[in-house]
């Protein structure tokens, strides 16, 4: 069973930085993507950015283009989403998920609705 675990959320002033981590566990093919979406009060799900872990390619959204890098450690068996210059725009929770089986490189990213294997979410307030 796939299991999803992230960590690194909390509150951050305007222009600062953060660095999510997704601990991923369970998985029984290497054809799949890790994948991070946000969801901020009262505003649908979004995703933000995935990398693939056959090839490791990634794509990121527009609207976070520029400040988030998605990265992994494949010895960790971790994927990190760094979030830079971050402002209000950006708290919501975000989530890790895994996008399950997935061949190929990225090409774009998965509608939430379609992801079936989902982390708890950890919260980013970015506030003053």
């Known amino acids: 069973q796939v299991q999803l675990v992230e960590s690194g959320g909390g509150l951050v002033q305007p222009g600062g930085s953060l660095r999510l981590s997704c601990a991923a566990s369970?998985?029984?093919?290497?054809?799949?993507?890790i994948c991070w979406f946000r969801q901020a009060p009262e505003k649908e799900r979004e995703g933000v950015s995935c990398v693939t872990n056959s090839d490791g390619s990634t794509l990121v959204a527009d609207s976070v283009e520029g400040r988030f890098t998605i990265s992994r450690d494949n010895a960790r068996n971790t994927v990190y989403l760094q979030m830079v210059n971050l402002n209000p725009e950006d708290t919501a929770v975000y989530y890790c998920?895994?996008?399950?089986?997935?061949?190929?490189?990225?090409?774009?990213?998965?509608?939430?609705?379609?992801?079936?294997?989902w982390g708890q979410g950890t919260l980013v307030n970015v506030s003053s």
């Open positions: 369970g998985f029984t093919s290497d054809y799949y993507a």
């Open positions: 998920a895994a996008d399950v089986p997935h061949y190929g490189p990225i090409e774009y990213i998965p509608q939430a609705r379609f992801i079936e294997v």
